[in-house]
């Protein structure tokens, strides 16, 4: 059976490497949508040229599937009724990721825990959480993780095409001698690091991103008793995420174990050469697929634990490419005939 597709958001980053990655998809596609604020534009589509409709006015119940690339103030609105048209709803937004009977889903890890000809919403996480539990789920097959230490390193595409415009605005300004405009982030990020990404909380000090990795890490590998601490830091990189994990476990297990067991993964490299430069860094991961791992060592002073740096672009595999092997499943479960 061919299907039906509609994304929301598709003039967005995300939006159209989504469309990019459907483009080259092996399904069935009978429409593709493109669905956004602002029309008047076309988005590319393979070598299709396709028209952007408005949001406002779109009919949900012409198609069979719809992504949410958007704000959850977009998805908010607008989920409710592509859900009441009868869709097949995956929302990249925070809306619903811990919402108690909504899946938060990154197929490698938890798609088979899914119900995929009932659940009608999934939600696609936060795209440094999707990288780190791609991480955490094999490890978790040699022990039980008791605790585990991420610092973060984001690139300010996490925030947008007008954040990655004001990163380069403010580098060029830093050349020119002018004084940066500060809109996306409360310093200036060109040269710069900053640690805060999204609102402090007054009470805990913790911000809203650091909050969104421990519990949606806990709810999508399902261990709620599982200590997760992060510091989030956003940097001058326009593309490409990265976190270094401390990870604690309940017995004593060796580097070469880890690595056999990162290696075996689906979507996971280890590229760890004990070398100057034998590591990944947002550059190298830059347009590709997969969640690299490198600098896979003991911590010397506390016993059972270990340290790894991870790297993925956040816009494919923490977003675009999530959201699309989602599309996947929903698809082989619901629109391929099963042989009698």
């Known amino acids: 059976m061919s299907i039906k597709i509609a994304v929301i958001g598709a003039t ?13 998809s092996d399904m069935k596609i009978e429409r593709v949508d493109a669905v956004a604020s602002s029309v008047g534009s076309h988005v590319s589509f393979g070598d299709k040229d396709v028209p952007v409709q408005a949001v406002e006015s779109y009919n949900f119940s012409s198609v069979d599937v719809v992504i949410f690339a958007t704000s959850a103030d977009i998805s908010r609105i ?45 939600a696609n996480p936060n795209c440094m959480t999707t990288a780190i539990v791609m991480a955490l789920k094999p490890l978790q097959t040699l022990s039980s993780i008791k605790r ?33 405009t500060l809109e996306s982030f409360p310093k200036q990020i060109a040269f710069n690091v900053i640690p805060q990404i999204d609102d402090i909380d007054e009470k805990s000090g913790d911000t809203e991103e650091e909050r969104k990795i421990s ?46 067991a990162l290696k075996s993964f689906p979507g996971v490299l280890v590229m760890d050469k004990r ?34 740096w991870l790297v993925c672009d956040n816009l494919r595999k923490g977003a675009a490419l999530n959201a699309y092997q989602i599309l996947e499943r929903i698809y082989e479960e619901n629109f391929i005939p099963t042989a009698s």
């Open 148 to 180: 585990v230490v991420a610092t973060t390193f984001q690139s300010t595409s996490g925030a947008g095409r007008k954040a990655m415009d004001e990163l380069f605005q403010q580098t060029r300004g830093v050349f020119m001698g002018s004084d940066p």
């Open 275 to 308: 070398e100057d430069g034998g590591y990944i860094t947002p550059q190298e991961a830059s347009g590709e697929n997969e969640v690299f791992i490198s600098r896979i060592r003991k911590d010397q002073t506390q016993d059972n634990t270990i340290n790894l």
């Open 78 to 122: 607008y989920v409710p009724k592509a859900l009441k048209a009868g869709c097949f709803v995956i929302d990249k937004s925070s809306l619903y990721r811990l919402e108690k009977n909504i899946p938060l889903v990154v197929p490698e890890v938890n798609g088979d825990d899914v119900d995929w000809e009932v659940s009608k919403l999934i």
């Open 12 to 24: 967005g980053i995300v939006g159209s490497i989504f469309l990019e990655i459907l483009s080259e």
């Open 215 to 260: 519990a949606e890490a806990q709810k999508i590998l399902g261990t709620h008793d599982l200590k997760i601490t992060a510091t989030c830091v956003r940097t001058p990189v326009f593309i490409g995420h990265c976190a270094a994990l401390n990870i604690e476990f309940e017995d004593d297990l060796g580097v070469s174990q880890i690595r056999s």
